[in-house]
């Protein structure tokens, strides 16, 4: 016989939600550290358990946080995308599954606020990530479609926010994947003209942060291609 639990008055109730979405929040910051020191089956783990929270979460209306709980949603997403990223080598169809989820996400709430920069960063972010998992599950027409989408939606960013340099970094990471797809494909031509892109999008980084160790390395990837 299962245990029946009344909520708990609204000020309780709001204070474990905010414990809960702390808690989550720290566990993807925790799988994100570990995952940068290479503990790949820790980070996993502290990813799954951030995942399991905000999927479980209980809202003040009661009930799992669903996609019109746009705090949540966003929350989750970029977990999810997260782990999708950690995956992409290591399990690249699961990865896929997990980016796709968090791409309907970021998608519908992209489309009731879609001035958010952040998150328009965020959503081409994954689109980048699902192209890499499709490249790594040999998914290659699937991962130049996929890629050309997030250059076309950056494309729009760029035009609409000029200034956002995190939409350059975007460009420069879907072309030069754009490139090396084709390249698998045989199609060099079409690949020689990403790497281009690539470039000149990188050659621009470069200018605005000379000093950025990130930047320059880079160019230096783009440049090897």
Do not use: C
């Amino acid at each position: 016989m299962q245990e029946s639990r009344q909520r708990p008055p609204r000020s309780d109730s709001h204070l474990a939600d905010s414990a809960t979405r702390q808690l989550a929040t720290s566990l993807n910051n925790l799988g994100l550290l570990l995952a940068s020191s290479q503990a790949l089956e820790e980070a996993e783990s502290a990813y799954g358990e951030s995942i399991d929270l905000l999927r479980n979460f209980e809202g003040p209306t009661g009930g799992a946080a669903t996609s019109d709980d746009p705090e949540i949603g966003h929350q989750l997403a970029a977990v999810l995308s997260n782990l999708a990223g950690l995956l992409v080598q290591r399990s690249p169809e699961r990865s896929v599954n997990l980016v796709r989820e968090a791409i309907a996400k970021q998608s519908s709430i992209l489309e009731s606020d879609p001035t958010n920069t952040r998150l328009a960063s965020q959503a081409i972010s994954t689109l980048n990530t699902l192209g890499a998992a499709q490249l790594a599950d040999g998914q290659l027409a699937e991962a130049v479609s996929t890629f050309r989408q997030s250059i076309r939606m950056t494309d729009k960013f760029l035009a609409r926010w000029p200034d956002q340099t995190t939409h350059v970094r975007d460009q420069v990471v879907a072309h030069n994947q754009l490139g090396l797809t084709l390249a698998k494909m045989g199609e060099l031509s079409e690949s020689e003209k990403s790497f281009v892109s690539a470039l000149r999008f990188s050659h621009d980084l470069t200018l605005h942060f000379p000093s950025d160790a990130e930047v320059q390395s880079m160019h230096g990837n783009v440049l090897n291609n």
